[in-house]
């Protein structure tokens, strides 16, 4: 399996930015792709996940209502639309793809098996 991501760049705060990730190779049904993101001296962290059996997502709390992830089966590639950014969404972003854990009334990624490499996003003030 091999992710690629794109899509990074620079952009001003409460600007919009559209990330691409395309899957090669065998992609299981029962496992998700989504998107992740990490500060220099943080942890990383799940951003957004998109089921490849029935395109459920799962969401950050923090990040529900500014950014929407979707896929095209056709194309094999995972979008995710980030809107009215902040310097706070400052990071690299990496797309995975990994089993997920059903929780409470949906599910939540529980493991990542595969990683793209990292596509940077810099919102300035």
């Known amino acids: 399996v091999q992710l690629q991501a794109s899509g990074g760049g620079s952009v001003q705060s409460v600007g919009s930015l559209t990330l691409s990730c395309t899957a090669s190779g065998f992609t299981p049904e029962h496992f998700f792709i989504g998107w992740f993101r990490q500060v220099p001296g943080r942890e990383r962290e799940g951003v957004s996940c998109?089921?490849?059996?029935?395109?459920?997502?799962w969401y950050a709390d923090s990040l529900k209502g500014r950014f929407t992830i979707s896929k095209d089966n056709v194309k094999g590639t995972v979008y995710l639309q980030m809107n009215n950014l902040t310097p706070e969404d400052t990071a690299l972003y990496y797309c995975?793809?990994?089993?997920?854990?059903?929780?409470?009334?949906?599910?939540?990624?529980?493991?990542?098996?595969?990683w793209g490499q990292g596509t940077l996003v810099t919102v300035s003030s």
């Open positions: 995975a793809m990994g089993s997920f854990s059903l929780y409470g009334n949906g599910w939540r990624p529980s493991r990542m098996d595969y």
């Open positions: 998109i089921s490849n059996s029935d395109g459920s997502t």
